[in-house]
């Protein structure tokens, strides 16, 4: 009829009153009965007409808002025919219909993108729900674990008991390491976790990484230190004797000779010395057994502002004496911890007494120790000086046993403490610029 729906309604309303004036004069005026009929069922006719029409219109937009609904943004809306605003009206609907599509399908790229990055990885992906279902497990940790698929993070128990338990107990931002066997074969996995949200559903994602061939080469690595630093030791006790041995049986000449007394003399400071040499190298393979052989820690709630403060007191003659300014930055608040106190004592003693050797002969020697709380819920502990500073080359060396730059120094005071840290789950960490400083962190 007309292309404007204003103009529709417009002329049905207009047409409704007309029937109706005319079935009221019909009735008030007249006795035509048939007429009055008819009127009456033009007007009915009239209603049930404008209810359909605005009612196709109304069908339109619930189809729309249901397309939305289920996500069906496949139809398309032609309102041309039926004016200018319903023409901009299903315009709308269409334009929008398309954003949608143009949504789901960058949606879905960004998906298989990252569905591909991590099938792709190495390293194994296992993401997790609040009540332990397992929401992704990449072809990765497939193939670490031998297993197809698992539905809940429990069935790690089936693969190794201790597996579950670390990543039952793996906090966020932490790393742990644990040895599982899978079909008779021992495996270590370097564990990793963080926490997310998706669609207010809390997950938490972990990744799984055979560290197998970097143990092995750390082991060797390690190995051939281990042999350096004692066949330098042997060495220098053993050429000493050998020397002394020689000597000796110089000394003493043919068989069934008689000696002098000075001769005697000498032969006996030789032997003094070769016992003494061998004592020495007995010592050495003590200490580095009993660096080797460490007790468990007895774990008990620590301050780390309480260790800090101790160390202050009983170091306080040593700064004095070494005019040393000795500084805390302490937390705020307790910075309580799981430690052994003896054990992590020691180790702050040791980092203390090497910030005082390096600032030793400094003018405005500054020693500072320092304690605070991550983001991540760790204890941090500093000890900086503003001393000599250790140059690069030589920062991964001063945690080998034995090694020092000292002439007085033992060089296990570093690897010991390193040992410590370990067996706290924790690490110590070493900053240093020659001429500047040096700074030691232990988070644990």
């Not at 605005?54 to 309102?79: C, H, P």
Request: charge should be neutral.
């Amino acid at each position: 009829m007309f292309k404007s729906f204003r103009v529709n309604i417009t002329f049905r309303i207009l047409t409704i009153i007309a029937l109706v004036l005319a079935l009221v004069y019909c009735v008030t005026q007249t006795e035509f009965y048939i007429t009055m009929f008819i009127v009456f069922v033009l007007i009915v006719l009239a209603v049930v007409d404008m209810v359909r029409y605005v009612n196709l219109t109304n069908r339109d937009f619930t189809a729309f808002l249901l397309g939305i609904k289920y996500e069906d943004f496949s139809a398309t809306y032609s309102g041309h025919h039926k004016g200018k605003t319903f023409g901009e009206l299903y315009d709308a609907f269409n334009q929008i219909n398309r954003k949608f599509l143009n949504i789901r399908a960058e949606k879905e790229a960004n998906h298989q993108y990252l569905q591909t990055i991590v099938e792709a990885v190495e390293v194994g992906l296992l993401c997790v729900d609040e009540k332990g279902g397992i929401f992704l497990m990449n072809k990765a940790l497939q193939k670490l674990l031998h297993k197809p698929y698992l539905v809940h993070v429990d069935a790690l128990g089936q693969i190794d008991e201790k597996l579950l338990e670390a990543v039952k107990n793996l906090k966020t931002g932490e790393r742990d390491m644990v040895k599982i066997t899978v079909e008779n074969k021992s495996m270590p996995l370097a564990l990793q976790a963080t926490e997310f949200a998706l669609r207010n559903q809390k997950l938490k994602l972990i990744s799984f990484q055979n560290i197998q061939g970097e143990l092995e080469e750390q082991e060797l690595e390690a190995w051939q230190k281990l042999i350096r630093i004692i066949r330098h030791e042997i060495m220098n006790s053993i050429t000493p004797i050998v020397s002394l041995t020689s000597t000796i049986d110089g000394m003493l000449g043919e068989k069934g000779e008689t000696i002098e007394a000075e001769t005697a003399d000498d032969v006996r400071s030789a032997i003094s010395a070769i016992r003494n040499r061998s004592e020495g190298l007995m010592h050495f393979t003590e200490t580095y057994r009993n660096l080797t052989r460490l007790p468990a820690p007895k774990f008990q709630l620590v301050d780390a502002n309480d260790l800090v403060t101790r160390i202050q007191v009983l170091f306080k003659p040593v700064f004095d004496k070494n005019k040393v300014a000795f500084q805390t930055q302490l937390s705020t608040s307790p910075v309580i911890f799981q430690a052994d106190v003896e054990m992590m004592e020691q180790v702050i003693i040791n980092l203390v007494k090497n910030a005082i050797d390096a600032t030793k002969g400094k003018e405005g020697a500054t020693v500072t120790a320092a304690t605070q709380r991550s983001k991540d819920g760790k204890t941090i502990i500093t000890v900086a000086d503003n001393g000599c500073g250790i140059d690069k080359d030589l920062i991964e060396q001063i945690f080998v046993p034995f090694y020092t730059t000292k002439d007085d120094g033992s060089g296990i005071g570093l690897s010991l403490s390193r040992q410590i840290l370990r067996l706290h789950k924790g690490r110590i960490g070493v900053q240093s610029v020659v001429g500047e400083g040096t700074i030691f962190t232990l988070t644990i």
